[in-house]
């Protein structure tokens, strides 16, 4: 057999499973249609599971199955045969409809089965239609159930767990009650038709009878009730169609008609406004959850890093509603049991009942030192875009909040730096990036206990610091735009002293609580590279120990060098690949100049993608060399549709175009590269400052990419230009680029 005619795999986490969502509601079925109790599967509501099994019959047996398809990202189709052909002929198959079960033909009933997920419900219809018999009669039978598990329990221990729910009848249906009066959940399971159904507890039936050709639509529906979160129809409404006006409103991108790319990116664009979780005020309905199944909920640092990432493409709507949604949970008092403090951002807020019922602190968990950074480098993503002073404006005094946490807080023993430990025993150990149990291990392998400093979190901090003095300019607090840059300035000069490994010529992983440098090396020091933090001299060795042979998979940036005695390729931090942490070391790459680096990271994703369904890499993959293996594989527990995994992809088109926005001075630098995998790139729509630009880019056979301005609506200046710390620029260049841009056909 010829295995290299199946020359890009078709890999997949959840083989077996199908997603669907639509705000707080999800449902997880079976490949098969149905859910069968047991592990993650079931209708999901504010993260507890509502249904939790859903099965079918004809005469009380199995349907045959035969096809699913997810038809959209709230929207799931099944097919099926009854009965299934019990004697194959010479063909091995049989067509069926020649044999009769029961007074029916073999394969004489087609049945069709969709799922659509509502805001706060699901819906469920049946087609049953005769093919073959001149008539026939036969019962329809579904087995229900409902739990009310959080996610976590149900997907640990699925329908082993004491009864947690009442049922009764109702006059449209079955109800199912929680078990527990202070959260009175409810599910009612709907019968349209009512009269027609004979109800025997968890088992629904009715009669069918059909003429040949004849079809019968069998609709069931399931509402979900939570006193705590309740909204009419007319508001759930409102806010689905708020999310299909921001979809309809987005940079689209084309190119020649073998490229996959656009297509790609488009989808996962169109996936990131699926994700919205259309809570709280207007102003937040588009602030994304995490990821599907895992993590349907509100964490910080994956909403502001999924919302800036695709900021070319909504202009930061996005990043605009997750700061409001953020601000409103900005910490106010010190609280260990939540890791809290005054002006601390969250890490995540569940609505889960345990969260809820306060067995855990993560209804409003801050124990991450990366959320409340982030808050104010979204912010400066927003305003770059939009360059809208009123952003500014309203979150200005949350900013400053978050660097009087920094300074108070953060830094515990005053030597400048941001080093965590944790305080709340339910919290995690770390609170970095890498924020898993054991993510933190010194250059022989060994975990680090905290307090730890770690590298990326200072550039973080840097980055916080310099938008921070621009604010405060803006906001005319000139003092305090002053004390700000002081702080930034002396951060960096501070940082390359103690974080520098001279003898290994990279960045240090971080601190240790003896203020000892962690000499492992890790992708950590790509977040660096993309703040600025390090020192210009030091860039070069930087990105040379990123793309070494054990930082650099060929697929990706491993998040710990595989020379490490604790490397494990398929461990969370310590040797994985996550493609949102490949971005960002992207963007670092292309703001010193490093195209060529940048392009291969860019190349490299690419390729995951096209591995992938849909273009959607799992939460993290395998660190395995390319060349030893087919597929790098994934994480054992990977999330299967990562909400920032398909962000990044935003930010690698962002840096394919070399795209700097000023929006206040309404103008765009722009300095396209494009690989020769991707010799067009079309890119219709590009918001900025209330202007709208279409532009397509080509690449020549020098290698070079020549852009034309297709279309241009508004007041914008667009000016070819490289990044300004670019290592590769001379002023010279940079005024041939003006002239090029000017002169030859660019603008």
Known sequence: MNTHLFKIPDASVLPLKLVAWRGQSM????????????????????????????????NDHKLRFCSCA????????????????????????????????????HRGLDIRLLYYVKPSGLSVEFKITNRWDTQVNFSFHTMINADFLPMDQAYSNGSKDAQTASYSRSERGVRFTHNDPDFPLRMDFLLPECSSWIIDKHKLSRSVFLLQGETVTIRMNVQSFDPAFFLSPVQWKQREARMVSWGESLTRLSSDPYSRYPVIVNGLIDYLCS????????????????????????????????????????????????????????????????DEHPGRIIQQARNDLPSRKGDNPFDRYYGDYASPFMFIIALAHLYAWNGNLFYVKKHWDRCRK??????????????????????????????????SQNAVVDESGHLVDPPVATCEVQGYYYVALQAASLFAMLNKSFRDSLDYARRARR??????????????????????????????????????????????????????ALFSSDMYSGWGIRTLSASNPSYNPLSYHLGSVWPVENATIALGLRRYGFDEEALELVGANYELAKMWREGHIPECIGGYDRQSVSHPGAFPRANQLQTWNAAAFGLFTHVLLGLQPLAPLKTLFIDPILPPWLPTLTVENLHIAGATISLKCTRKKTGRTFTKILKKT???RVLFQSPVNSLNTTLAKRTLSLIHGRFSGHS
């Not at 997880?28 to 019959?57: H, K, M, P, W």
């Not at 978050?402 to 995690?428: H, Q, R």
């Not at 090396?521 to 210009?536: E, F, P, V």
């Open 27 to 58: 449902l997880v079925a079976q490949a098969d249609g149905e859910i069968r109790g047991g592990g993650i599967c079931g209708y999901y509501f504010r993260g507890s599971r509502y249904l939790s099994n859903l099965t079918f019959a004809i």
């Open 70 to 105: 997810k038809t959209g990202f709230n929207s799931m189709e099944f097919f099926y045969i009854y009965p299934p052909v019990e004697k194959a002929d010479t063909g091995g198959s049989g067509s069926g409809m020649i044999e009769k079960t029961e007074g029916i033909s």
């Open 275 to 338: 994700a919205a979780l259309l809570e709280g005020e207007s102003d937040q309905w588009l602030t994304p959850a995490a990821g599907y199944p895992y993590y349907p909920f509100l964490f910080g640092r994956d909403a502001l890093t999924s919302s800036w990432m695709m900021a070319m493409f909504d202009e930061g709507q996005s990043i605009s509603n997750t700061l409001s949604r953020l601000g409103q949970f900005q910490g106010k008092k010190v609280d260990h049991f939540r």
């Open 402 to 435: 978050i660097l009087d946490w920094a300074e108070m807080y953060a830094d515990m023993d005053g030597d400048g730096f941001a080093e965590y430990l944790t305080s709340s025993p339910l919290g995690p150990r770390h609170q970095g990036w890498k924020d």
């Open 491 to 544: 951060l960096k000069r501070q940082f390359n002293k103690a974080f520098w490994v001279p003898d290994g010529g990279y960045i240090a992983f971080g601190l240790d609580s003896k203020k000892r440098q962690i000499r492992s090396m890790t992708s950590n020091m790509g977040h660096c590279l993309a703040s600025g933090i390090i020192d210009s001299c030091y860039i070069k060795k930087v990105v040379s």
């Open 714 to 716: 508004g007041e914008i």
